[in-house]
Protein backbone atom coordinates (compact mmCIF):
# COMPACT_ATOMS: atom_id res chain seq x y z
CA UNK A 1 0.00 0.00 0.00
CA UNK A 2 1.10 3.41 -1.21
CA UNK A 3 1.41 6.12 1.72
CA UNK A 4 -0.68 9.15 0.02
CA UNK A 5 0.99 13.11 -0.10
CA UNK A 6 0.29 14.75 2.89
CA UNK A 7 -2.94 16.39 2.80
CA UNK A 8 -4.73 13.83 0.55
CA UNK A 9 -7.63 11.79 1.57
CA UNK A 10 -9.10 8.47 -0.14
CA UNK A 11 -12.20 9.27 -1.82
CA UNK A 12 -15.21 7.78 0.66
CA UNK A 13 -17.18 6.44 -2.59
CA UNK A 14 -16.29 5.26 -5.78
CA UNK A 15 -13.31 3.04 -7.42
CA UNK A 16 -10.91 5.90 -9.01
CA UNK A 17 -8.44 8.22 -7.02
CA UNK A 18 -8.76 11.80 -7.23
CA UNK A 19 -5.72 12.93 -9.64
CA UNK A 20 -2.54 14.74 -8.17
CA UNK A 21 -1.32 15.64 -11.22
CA UNK A 22 -4.30 16.42 -13.23
CA UNK A 23 -4.84 18.92 -10.17
CA UNK A 24 -1.66 20.47 -10.48
CA UNK A 25 -1.56 21.47 -14.18
CA UNK A 26 -4.87 22.91 -13.59
CA UNK A 27 -3.15 25.18 -10.55
CA UNK A 28 -0.38 25.77 -12.96
CA UNK A 29 -2.72 26.59 -16.02
CA UNK A 30 -4.65 28.98 -13.38
CA UNK A 31 -1.43 30.53 -12.31
CA UNK A 32 0.01 31.28 -16.01
CA UNK A 33 -3.31 33.06 -16.96
CA UNK A 34 -3.83 35.07 -14.36
CA UNK A 35 -0.11 36.36 -14.56
CA UNK A 36 -0.67 37.38 -18.31
CA UNK A 37 -3.99 38.82 -17.59
CA UNK A 38 -2.65 40.93 -14.71
CA UNK A 39 0.26 41.65 -16.86
CA UNK A 40 -1.85 43.14 -19.70
CA UNK A 41 -3.93 45.40 -17.27
CA UNK A 42 -0.02 46.47 -15.92
CA UNK A 43 1.26 47.31 -19.21
CA UNK A 44 -2.29 49.46 -19.55
CA UNK A 45 -0.90 51.38 -16.40
CA UNK A 46 -2.00 49.55 -13.49
CA UNK A 47 0.61 49.44 -10.70
CA UNK A 48 0.63 46.24 -7.91
CA UNK A 49 -0.26 49.20 -5.41
CA UNK A 50 -3.66 49.40 -7.56
CA UNK A 51 -4.11 46.00 -7.21
CA UNK A 52 -3.48 45.65 -3.60
CA UNK A 53 -5.59 48.77 -3.18
CA UNK A 54 -8.94 46.72 -5.46
CA UNK A 55 -8.05 43.13 -4.22
CA UNK A 56 -7.02 43.50 -0.35
CA UNK A 57 -3.63 41.27 -1.02
CA UNK A 58 -0.59 42.36 0.17
CA UNK A 59 2.23 42.91 -2.02
CA UNK A 60 4.23 39.62 -1.80
CA UNK A 61 1.25 38.23 -2.65
CA UNK A 62 0.24 39.99 -5.71
CA UNK A 63 4.25 39.33 -6.97
CA UNK A 64 3.51 35.86 -6.42
CA UNK A 65 0.63 36.44 -8.89
CA UNK A 66 2.69 38.35 -11.48
CA UNK A 67 5.55 35.54 -11.12
CA UNK A 68 2.95 32.75 -11.99
CA UNK A 69 3.84 31.30 -8.23
CA UNK A 70 0.10 31.36 -7.57
CA UNK A 71 -3.42 32.27 -8.95
CA UNK A 72 -5.77 34.67 -6.57
CA UNK A 73 -7.93 32.86 -4.36
CA UNK A 74 -12.20 33.80 -4.20
CA UNK A 75 -11.85 37.51 -2.58
CA UNK A 76 -9.08 38.80 -4.39
CA UNK A 77 -9.98 37.19 -7.85
CA UNK A 78 -13.51 39.12 -6.95
CA UNK A 79 -11.63 41.83 -6.60
CA UNK A 80 -9.99 41.60 -9.62
CA UNK A 81 -12.67 40.34 -11.75
CA UNK A 82 -14.37 43.92 -10.94
CA UNK A 83 -11.43 46.11 -11.64
CA UNK A 84 -9.40 44.25 -14.35
CA UNK A 85 -11.01 43.79 -18.37
CA UNK A 86 -8.44 41.24 -19.22
CA UNK A 87 -8.72 39.31 -15.95
CA UNK A 88 -12.66 38.81 -16.58
CA UNK A 89 -12.02 37.74 -20.13
CA UNK A 90 -9.80 35.37 -19.45
CA UNK A 91 -11.48 33.85 -17.01
CA UNK A 92 -14.74 33.66 -19.13
CA UNK A 93 -12.51 31.92 -21.78
CA UNK A 94 -10.99 29.41 -19.09
CA UNK A 95 -14.55 28.60 -18.10
CA UNK A 96 -15.83 28.05 -21.43
CA UNK A 97 -17.95 30.81 -21.72
CA UNK A 98 -18.03 33.65 -24.41
CA UNK A 99 -16.74 36.94 -22.62
CA UNK A 100 -19.25 40.23 -22.82
CA UNK A 101 -18.14 42.09 -25.31
CA UNK A 102 -16.90 45.57 -24.30
CA UNK A 103 -17.38 49.12 -26.09
CA UNK A 104 -13.74 48.36 -27.87
CA UNK A 105 -14.62 45.13 -29.18
CA UNK A 106 -18.15 46.62 -30.32
CA UNK A 107 -15.89 49.66 -31.89
CA UNK A 108 -13.93 47.32 -33.93
CA UNK A 109 -16.35 45.29 -34.98
CA UNK A 110 -18.20 48.58 -36.42
CA UNK A 111 -14.82 49.26 -38.41
CA UNK A 112 -14.91 45.40 -39.38
CA UNK A 113 -18.49 45.75 -40.61
CA UNK A 114 -17.97 49.75 -42.21
CA UNK A 115 -15.15 47.81 -44.35
CA UNK A 116 -17.35 44.66 -45.57
CA UNK A 117 -19.92 47.17 -46.79
CA UNK A 118 -17.48 49.17 -48.21
CA UNK A 119 -16.37 46.10 -50.11
CA UNK A 120 -19.86 44.87 -51.36
CA UNK A 121 -20.33 48.51 -52.14
CA UNK A 122 -17.42 48.19 -54.41
CA UNK A 123 -17.93 44.83 -56.08
CA UNK A 124 -21.91 46.54 -56.76
CA UNK A 125 -20.57 49.30 -58.75
Known amino acids: MSVLPKGEELPKKGKELPS ?39 ERTVKDWLADSNGPSG ?23 MPIVNRQGLEVLRAQITGLAAAIDAALA
Open 20 to 58: VRTRQELARDYAQGSASALEEDLACGASIKTIMAWTGAG
Open 75 to 97: LHLEGLLGSFEAVYERLMIRTGR
